[in-house]
């Protein structure tokens, strides 16, 4: 296992559309968890399953956001009708369900709204 | 709301110079994790310390987590050209969720 995968790297998109990402975590690794990133910020923190519950939704994923973790192994994140203030480097990252696990990240989805 | 303060946001610095990040915050995390993210790429995990006073090493660069698990520092001696990049703290609860600092942006000059 080479870590955790993203697809795809780099997405341009018409506002209005709908995008669609998918993320594959380490496969041992029951927690996965969605960030978002904006140029000159830190990440922040979108939603996270374990197996394939989703347990923690916040604040900034809004109607036009979507995640399924259908089997406890990939996961997707949709947004619905883009808006430009959408385009963002969406990561994904994947931990153990252990107290205090590492978190690793993929190299992200660079999501463009024109 | 936990947040977490990242100082300097900015830091240029010549070849050797030692260096100093620091992150804070006015609430306890169960965990402190640093990372460093190179342009157009996903953060990639450099140590994460859990218990009060924490020190860890990797080779040039010194971590350290506050007693009371509220603040961190990174420490870089003699840095580097290859040190460039953006590295940020986050603050980890125990569900794993990660809260980040804004980032501090290193350019080391050869």
């Known amino acids: 296992d080479t870590g955790v995968s993203q697809d795809p790297r780099h997405k341009i998109t018409k506002r209005g559309q709908n995008v669609t990402f998918r993320c594959d975590p380490i496969s041992e690794h029951n927690r996965l968890y969605w960030y978002r990133q904006t140029l000159g910020q830190g990440p922040e923190f979108l939603t996270y399953?374990?197996?394939?519950?989703?347990?923690?939704k916040s604040r900034l994923l809004s109607d036009r956001f979507s995640a399924e973790r259908p089997k406890g192994s990939f996961s997707t994140l949709e947004i619905q009708r883009t808006e430009q203030g959408d385009s963002a480097m969406y990561l994904c990252?994947?931990?153990?369900?252990?107290?205090?696990?590492?978190?690793?990240f993929g190299q992200g989805t660079r999501l463009t709204v024109v | 709301t936990q947040l977490l303060e990242q100082s300097p946001q900015f830091l240029s610095i010549q070849e050797g110079e030692n260096l100093t990040v620091y992150c804070n915050s006015s609430s306890v995390f169960s965990s402190l994790q640093w990372y460093r993210q190179e342009p157009g790429e996903g953060p990639v995990l450099l140590v994460t310390v859990v218990t009060g006073g924490e020190v860890k090493k990797l080779k040039r660069l010194t971590f350290q987590f506050g007693d009371a698990r509220k603040d961190s520092s990174l420490h870089i001696t003699a840095a580097q050209p290859g040190d460039t990049g953006l590295y940020l703290c986050a603050g980890g609860d125990q569900g794993g969720k990660l809260i980040f600092g804004q980032g501090t942006e290193l350019s080391v000059k050869p």
């Open positions: 399953f374990q197996n394939e519950a989703q347990l923690e």
């Open positions: 990252a994947s931990s153990s369900a252990r107290d205090n696990a590492e978190a690793f």
